[in-house]
């Protein structure tokens, strides 16, 4: 019996890796120029006000995050830029409801002296500051139409979900900042009001909130060290 004819599942169809080999020479030339040019990045929480850059920026950024692997192949991420000002500033209120209630209320102390070292407040003035807000919404699952005509759907599961969005996000960062640009990652908790003012579907959840744009002049972060590399990696 031929296996592959009598499979309930799609075969699958490849093509030809497109891949250039490199010489190690260049190998370790790039992955020295990458290496310098990521250790320069740092979160920033002050933008300038200065004219908005480019929207290609932006959007070669969000193509570059949607290179990453996923689950199955589900590609399960949506990328919301708000440019409005106006939208941008209902957020911020909603956000700052949230982390009031965090600061004064949700968040232990010992989660309060973690933080401190950040110098970080309920106060999201980057919220309204920043040019550009890249809501990243996970997609929980897939949604078709029913067989039938009326408001049946049918949900397609996805598989790996968080993990998939988290290596998208790490590109989308990676990306911005080799553009030249500045981000900081914002989750506040709950994250539900992105939904309800961005009128998402329910499928999608937020995973977290990007501020981009270019630093303030004479921008402050705080005086913060990296573990070394011998700290974070063993080999066995």
């Not at 250039?20 to 006000?49: G, I, N, P, Y």
């Not at 929207?55 to 440019?83: C, D, K, M, Y």
């Not at 139409?145 to 990676?174: D, N, Q």
């Not at 030249?180 to 709950?190: E, R, S, W």
Request: aromatic share 8%; glycine share 4%; hydrophobic share 40%.
């Amino acid at each position: 019996m031929d296996t592959q004819q009598s499979s309930p599942y799609p075969q699958p169809v490849f093509v030809r890796l497109d891949y250039e080999r490199l010489t190690q020479d260049e190998q370790v030339a790039r992955s020295r120029a990458f290496l310098k040019v990521m250790q320069r990045r740092r979160t920033v929480r002050h933008f300038a006000s200065q004219p908005v850059p480019p929207l290609e920026l932006i959007t070669n950024a969000i193509a570059t995050a949607n290179t990453a692997p996923s689950g199955a192949h589900q590609q399960p991420w949506r990328f919301v830029v708000v440019r409005d000002q106006a939208v941008k500033h209902q957020i911020r209120e909603a956000a700052e409801i949230e982390e009031r209630e965090n600061y004064d209320r949700r968040f232990p102390d010992e989660w309060k002296l973690a933080l401190a070292r950040l110098g970080t407040d309920w106060h999201k003035d980057f919220l309204d500051e920043a040019p550009y807000l890249i809501v990243v919404l996970q997609i929980d699952y897939g949604l078709e139409p029913g067989p039938e005509p009326g408001p049946t759907e049918r949900h397609i599961k996805h598989y790996y979900v968080k993990e998939s969005v988290g290596i998208a996000v790490g590109l989308l960062i990676a990306s911005l900042h080799q553009a030249g640009l500045a981000t900081v990652t914002h989750t506040p908790n709950p994250m539900g009001f992105l939904s309800r003012i961005l009128g998402r579907p329910r499928n999608e959840k937020p995973f977290l909130l990007l501020p981009v744009g270019y630093p303030a002049e004479n921008c402050l972060v705080p005086d913060l060290k990296r573990k070394t590399v011998e700290e974070i990696m063993e080999i066995v």
